[in-house]
């Protein structure tokens, strides 16, 4: 009973505190044509009740950002030639126009790409040993920090997105083993022909739009297919 009594707040509140996504492309959703479609056209996918362990694994992420990003910020107090870039500067000082400062929350930035039409968060930007470099955090089980070798490849069109919008080519991914917080790093170099590739994907998003077509989901039946559909609210949607 106390479990129960337990879980219910946990529930209630994540779902008080819930907001309704904004009609914009999410880097991080950039994966699914048809997904990016329903999000811009403010569609509401499943409002199933997260489970509390799922929105403690979420919360536990968030904490460890902070920490992570605070340990980086910490380095160059410590001899080592990195520095922790404020976002909101940087667009400032390159006078990039066409991205707007939504808000800041500690160390990571809110921020709207007006032309992309994209919204995102973006954990920071860092300046190691005289160049920059997009930093990306993400937190992982045991078993698929073990077999990381490289950037997900569900991570690449996030990268791509934030160096369209930054103009900086190099993506720092750090990987952190949520189970005990050992780390693994990969740089991603982005290049022209991703860049093209993701404003392909944006292009064809909003000719669907204009035309009112649902565009195609992802053709074929591979594990990243699979990876993509497994938390997506428009499973349901997506089938009819």
Same mark, same amino acid.
Do not use: C, W
């Given at each position: 009973q106390f479990l129960n009594d337990l879980e219910r707040p946990i529930k209630l509140t994540d779902k008080k505190n819930a907001?309704?996504?904004?009609?914009?492309?999410?880097?991080?959703?950039m994966n699914c044509m048809r997904a990016s479609?329903?999000?811009i056209k403010g569609i509401e996918g499943?409002?199933?009740?997260?489970?509390s362990g799922l929105i403690g694994i979420c919360e536990s992420g968030s904490d460890r950002h902070i920490r992570i990003q605070t340990a980086i910020a910490g380095m160059k107090d410590n001899g080592i030639d990195c520095e922790y870039v404020d976002v909101a500067e940087y667009v400032k000082k390159h006078k990039l126009k066409d991205i707007e400062i939504v808000a800041q929350h500690g160390m990571e930035t809110k921020l709207y790409h007006? !032309?992309?039409?994209?919204s995102f968060l973006c954990d920071g930007i860092i300046k190691y040993k005289?160049?920059?470099?997009?930093?990306?955090?993400k937190t992982e089980s045991s078993r698929k920090f073990f077999d990381r070798n490289d950037v997900d490849r569900g991570h690449i069109n996030q990268a791509t997105a934030y160096s369209l919008a930054f103009g900086i080519n190099k993506v720092l991914f750090v990987y952190e083993n949520r189970d005990v917080c050992s780390k693994k790093a990969f740089m991603l170099e982005v290049t022209d022909d991703m860049k093209?590739?993701?404003i392909g994907y944006i292009e064809n998003v909003n000719t669907c739009l204009k035309?009112? !077509?649902?565009?195609?989901r992802l053709l074929g039946l591979n594990p990243f297919e699979k990876k993509c559909c497994a938390h997506c609210g428009y499973k349901e949607l997506c089938k009819k």
């Open positions: 907001r309704k996504p904004s009609q914009t492309f999410k880097p991080s959703g479609y329903y999000q499943s409002d199933d009740d997260a489970d007006k !032309t992309y039409n994209m005289g160049e920059y470099y997009i930093l990306e955090i093209m590739h993701l035309n009112n !077509t649902v565009p195609p």
